[in-house]
């Protein structure tokens, strides 16, 4: 081994210890711990019913069992037995432009993720350069000879290694890698919530769809039973039974039923635009998928997740924890900054007058540089940085304390609605069937001139708000039933279509074991 060699062997030993020392050292700043969430959080202050209320109805009268603990199927929606929603739920997760966005926002943040901890390590680089230079024949200790044979043309080729590493001496590094890994965690929640949304509002699309084609069926039922009044009642003014103000009143009848239809196939339209839109097509691409709700199957059996699991549950509360989580990553990051920044630089290469002297016994350069730089006057700036990361770790602490509490409302909101619109539904039935037993009475007793007109038209009135009550009262339970699968998380951990840690690929289902256990955590 050559002197220089050995020189520079005992340079760099005490420099690994120190690069060693480095990355095994604490890092500054906080340690995130995760919130826990209040003893006494709960859904409600009175204790729930365990079972709604049933209605004599085909479509959604069944009564819904709550079940404690019961864990949520990845593919919630399956539950309600409908072949086409189904294909319509998976078209959404693969065809839908926020699905792909979020996907690349995700493989986005892993990228930069390793980025990050590519500083860790030590940088390599190789330089190559050929320099020809003319030198003056001019002496510096004498006067300007006139023989230009004194000039030199020096031509030097020179080929190196260059090594740069900065220890992580305090830890800043390793914060920076813990925050783009947050960050990345975000992201991926962000995918969860896109997935459980774009389901939830396709589901919810589908049952709108149903209720009004259903209201607009209704409604056109109910012309036709006014169209046949009015038949009847020009059919006794011909015999002077009565007089033409009831006619009159019954084509005006008649007329503002005929009004409510253009609203309801608006709406209709608009709702069908509104799928299409979630599913990624134009208007004009709506291939005729249609519902009703004989279609639609009510669950029966609905979870509900124990308290002190719903902030691992929810997409929204986990993204709002990894961002608590990347604003204390960054106070760390914060204080590594107003700590000595440590910088070691090496190189070793070759300067030789030729390509084929390189390398050669005798052209052998190397250097090692080893720097300290700490901030003696910087007007208060790394201070006050750091003061900001601290006042943004308070700001995402209390936007997860915030995210928290909505989220026990949507679940409570979403159990109360349950109950209430059970018992709605079943009122509402009675009410439709009373409304009906009145207007066939008053058809009857008007015929035979024992009420007047007005008492028909009244009940041709109530009948027909009782019946489009009916149908929104239905869809209403479908709808609740929703809310209540998106309030809870929508059981992605138990998902087997789409792996959003893996930017949404498939997977398979071994792959979400760990996710399954942190869901239930």
């Not at 050995?6 to 500054?28: D, E, I, K, M, Y």
């Not at 995760?34 to 204790?47: C, E, I, L, M, T």
């Not at 036709?224 to 084509?251: F, H, M, P, W």
Request: aromatic share 6%; hydrophobic share 40%; net charge neutral.
């Amino acid at each position: 081994m050559s002197a220089s060699s050995s020189r520079l062997s005992q340079v760099l030993a005490p420099l690994s210890l120190l690069c060693l020392t480095a990355l095994a050292g604490c890092a500054v700043g906080p340690n995130f711990v995760r919130p826990d969430v209040a003893q006494n959080a709960g859904y409600s202050r009175d204790k729930l019913a365990p079972t709604t209320a049933s209605a004599d109805v085909a479509a959604g009268g069944a009564a819904q069992r709550l079940v404690a603990g019961m864990d949520i199927p990845g593919q919630w929606w399956t539950l309600f037995r409908s072949p086409t929603l189904n294909a319509l739920v998976e078209e959404v997760l693969r065809a839908n432009p926020d699905v792909a966005a979020a996907q690349a926002a995700l493989r986005q943040a892993n990228e930069l993720v390793y980025a990050d901890q590519a500083s860790l390590f030590p940088s390599l680089g190789a330089t190559a350069s050929s320099t020809r230079e003319k030198i003056s024949g001019v002496s510096s200790t004498g006067p300007a000879s006139s023989n230009s044979s004194f000039s030199q043309i020096l031509t030097v080729h020179s080929a190196s290694l260059n090594v740069s590493y900065a220890p992580d001496v305090f830890g800043g590094t390793r914060r920076r890698i813990e925050s783009s890994s947050a960050q990345a965690e975000f992201e991926r929640y962000q995918l969860e919530a896109t997935y459980l949304t774009l389901s939830s509002n396709v589901v919810n699309t589908a049952i709108n769809l149903a209720s009004v084609r259903e209201q607009v069926a209704a409604t056109e039922k109910i012309i036709g039973l006014q169209n046949d009044q009015l038949t009847v009642l020009k059919s006794q003014r011909q015999l002077g039974a009565i007089a033409n103000t009831g006619v009159l009143a019954q084509e005006a009848a008649l007329a503002q039923t005929r009004a409510t239809l253009p609203a309801l196939q608006k709406q209709l339209a608009q709702t069908r635009n509104q799928l299409m839109a979630y599913l990624g097509r134009f208007p004009n691409q709506d291939r005729g998928e249609s519902f009703d709700l004989a279609s639609l199957h009510l669950p029966e059996e609905l979870p509900v997740s124990l308290p002190s699991a719903i902030v691992r549950q929810r997409p929204d509360v986990r993204s709002a924890e990894a961002q608590l989580h990347q604003a204390s990553a960054n106070i760390g990051v914060a204080v590594a900054n107003q700590l000595p920044q440590f910088n070691l630089t090496a190189s070793l290469g070759s300067s030789a007058s030729s390509v084929s002297k390189l390398f050669t016994s005798g052209t052998g350069v190397w250097g090692l540089v080893g720097s300290i730089t700490q901030s003696i006057f910087d007007a208060g700036a790394l201070e006050h940085r750091k003061r900001a990361a601290v006042a943004a770790y308070d700001e995402s602490a209390a936007r997860y304390r915030g995210t928290v509490v909505t989220a026990f409302q949507d679940v409570s909101n979403a159990l109360r609605a349950l109950e209430a619109d059970a018992d709605a539904l079943t009122q509402q039935v009675a009410a439709e069937r009373a409304a009906r037993e009145s207007l066939d009475l008053a058809q009857a007793q008007f015929r035979l001139g024992a009420v007047g007109y007005l008492n028909l038209l009244t009940a041709q009135q109530t009948y027909q708000n009782a019946v489009l009550t009916r149908v929104r009262a239905q869809a209403a339970r479908y709808s609740d039933t929703t809310a209540l699968f998106q309030a809870l998380g929508g059981g992605w951990w138990n998902r087997t279509d789409v792996a959003p840690a893996t930017s949404g690929s498939s997977t398979d289902l071994n792959n979400r074991t760990s996710e399954k256990t942190h869901g239930r955590n």
